[in-house]
């Protein structure tokens, strides 16, 4: 079966440093992957994704960036990050039209 | 713009019984809906779909009606349990957009004894 993972699960950053969350799929090959972020109380805001290797659309211009280094590798990144980029940020992969989500990484920025 | 969107922000109900949650959506393209639940601190997790041929799906205690003349989803939970407690998000998007579902803003869910 499909297993989703992502870290780090939570983490207090200062404002202007450098961020990494990372995400694997295992049990299927060439998902299509998706980051979403969702802000205290409010719903899934898609940021990135991605249908293969290198291929990455951005659905908001903003102070992120993702990359995908393997198949079923994908990872948030910011150089330097700002106080309202503070939230709950979603892995998520699939095969067809069903969206399935990682468990999600707390950010703090602070 | 196209959005989809809840009805009700809070939804208190009593264990045992029935829930019902509604979803607005105005894009008349959409033709697949998911129903997604979500506990505390966790990520949403697939409850059910329906693609936009039918009407009506059932699974395990949960039913979802889609009535696509007036763009209307709803999810219903039998004999509502304490663990249903959560937020419930519908989400919709159309074979043009591929994947990039469209959420609603959640309703949260509180079932008390």
């Known amino acids: 079966s499909q297993t989703i993972h992502q870290w780090p699960a939570t983490l207090v950053q200062p404002v202007g440093s450098p961020l990494s969350l990372e995400c694997t799929v295992e049990?299927?090959?060439?998902?299509?992957l998706y980051w979403y972020r969702q802000a205290a109380g409010r719903g899934l805001q898609l940021l990135f994704y991605?249908?293969?290797?290198?291929?990455i659309s951005s659905e908001v211009p903003q102070n992120l960036s993702a990359s995908r280094p393997q198949d079923r590798q994908f990872i948030l990144s910011s150089k330097k990050l700002l106080l309202s980029d503070s939230g709950f940020y979603l892995c998520?992969?699939?095969?067809?039209?069903?969206?399935?989500f990682g468990e999600g990484s707390w950010l703090t920025v602070v | 713009g196209e959005s989809v969107g809840l009805h009700l922000p809070t939804l208190s109900v009593q264990e045992g019984d029935n829930s019902i949650i509604n979803c607005a959506y105005s894009?008349?393209?959409?033709?697949?809906f998911i129903w997604y639940k979500q506990e505390s601190g966790k990520g949403p997790q697939f409850i059910i779909d329906?693609?936009?041929?039918?009407d009506k799906r059932q699974g395990q205690r949960v039913t979802v009606l889609l009535n696509k003349t007036v763009k209307h989803l709803s999810l219903q939970i039998a004999a509502t349990q304490p663990g249903d407690s959560a937020v419930y998000f519908c989400?919709?998007?159309?074979?043009?957009?591929?994947?990039?579902?469209?959420f609603g803003a959640g309703t949260q869910v509180v079932v008390t004894p």
């Open positions: 998520a992969w699939s095969e067809q039209n069903t969206i399935y």
């Open positions: 049990g299927t090959s060439n998902p299509n």
């Open positions: 991605s249908v293969g290797i290198g291929q």
């Open positions: 894009n008349s393209a959409s033709d697949y």
């Open positions: 329906i693609r936009s041929n039918m």
């Open positions: 989400a919709e998007n159309h074979s043009g957009s591929w994947g990039k579902l469209q």
